[in-house]
Nanobody, 113 residues
Framework: QVQLVESGGGLVQPGGSLGLSCAAS????????MTWVRQAPGKGLEWVSH????????TYADSVKGRFTTSRDNAKNTLYLQMNMLKPEDTAVYYC??????RGQGTQVTVSS
């Protein structure tokens, strides 16, 4: 079945960096647009970024543009999110999702001193 498993979350100080991974299985990963979304405590889902199936095209929310980078390795069926210059307002559960709307279980990112 379709499965998305995020990893790499944790606690980081403001200004720090963290890298997330999303391992995909059960669907043709290399043919799918992939998305990162996040949910802060007490708030709704917020779109973070898209990446095209080839990985050539990426788009970002204004709130993370210039700080976050999405990439993918289609040979490894894995999606990545590199987060730099983290801010307390980046604290959230981060999810990867495929274009079919399937989402992983999420990984917690906490930015705090």
């Amino acid at each position: 079945q379709v499965q998305l498993v995020e990893s790499g979350g944790g606690l980081v100080q403001p200004g720090g960096s963290l890298g997330l991974s999303c391992a995909a299985s059960g669907f043709p990963f290399s043919s799918y647009v992939m998305t990162w979304v996040r949910q802060a405590p007490g708030k709704g889902l917020e779109w973070v970024s898209h990446i095209s199936s080839s990985g050539v095209t990426t788009t970002y929310a204004d709130s993370v543009k210039g700080r976050f980078t999405t990439s993918r390795d289609n040979a490894k069926n894995t999606l990545y999110l590199q987060m730099n210059m983290l801010k307390p307002e980046d604290t959230a559960v981060y999810y990867c999702a495929n274009q079919g709307g399937v989402r992983g279980q999420g990984t917690q990112v906490t930015v705090s001193s």
